[in-house]
Structure formats: C-alpha cells, structure tokens
C-alpha cells in the first residue's frame, strides 16, 4: 500500500513562510510526478505545484508563481513545498499527489484525476 504523509502546516502571519513536506515509503518514488493542491473552505480543489520525477522540470499554478518552490530529494523519498509571502488566501488543507511516469524525464501533471495517490493533508492558516 502507498503511504503519503504530509507535514509543516501550522498558523502564520501574513506575509511569513512555512515549508511543507511530503513523504513517502514507495519504492518507485523516484520515477514519479508529485503535486501539490489544496482546497480551501468553500473552494474546488485547486493546483499550486508539480514536478517532474527528477526535478529537472516544474509547474506552477497562477497563485504560486513568484512566491512558492517545489522541489524534491528522491534518495530521501520527499518532497518539499518552499511558501513564502503567504496570504490569508493562501488558507487550505495542503494536498500532495504521486503517479508513477513512464513517459519523459520532463512529465508533469496539473490535473488532479492524473494522480493515483493522495495524502492526508495538512492544514496551512495565515491570519490577516
């Protein structure tokens, strides 16, 4: 069975920083696309980061750009979301997401129904 577990949320003030992680036992881990989403209260679930199954290729969502990373080390099976500069709209329950690729070194998925495994989740909140 895949196990995904995220961690690092908590509360922040606006404009502070949190890195969330995401771990996993999966074997396979380093020939996989890993994502990140959340979901806000009220909200569809949103896209914020991908990468590729070596890190050579990233994509953000429109409320990311410029202000989160994501990045992984595949010998310590994790991936890592860097936010910084939050905002009270930043507020969600962080997602991550894996698929296995077998397609180019360069692969990323945006689509939610791409992934096959899910965490958790981990609550971010930044006060106003």
């Known amino acids: 069975q895949v196990q995904l577990a995220e961690s690092g949320g908590g509360l922040v003030q606006a404009g502070g920083s949190l890195r969330l992680s995401c771990a996993t036992s999966e074997r396979t881990f380093s020939m996989a696309v890993v994502g990140w989403f959340r979901q806000g209260p009220g909200k569809e679930r949103e896209f914020v980061a991908t990468i590729s199954r070596s890190g050579g290729t990233t994509y953000y969502g429109d409320s990311a750009k410029g202000r989160f990373t994501i990045s992984r080390n595949n010998a310590e099976n994790r991936v890592n979301l860097q936010m910084n500069s939050l905002k009270p709209e930043d507020t969600a329950v962080y997602y991550c997401?894996?698929?296995?690729?077998?397609?180019?070194?360069?692969?990323?998925?945006?689509?939610?129904?791409?992934?096959?495994?899910w965490g958790q989740g981990t609550q971010v909140t930044v006060s106003s």
């Open positions: 997401a894996l698929v296995v690729s077998r397609f180019s070194e360069s692969t990323y998925y945006i689509r939610a129904n791409d992934y096959d495994f």
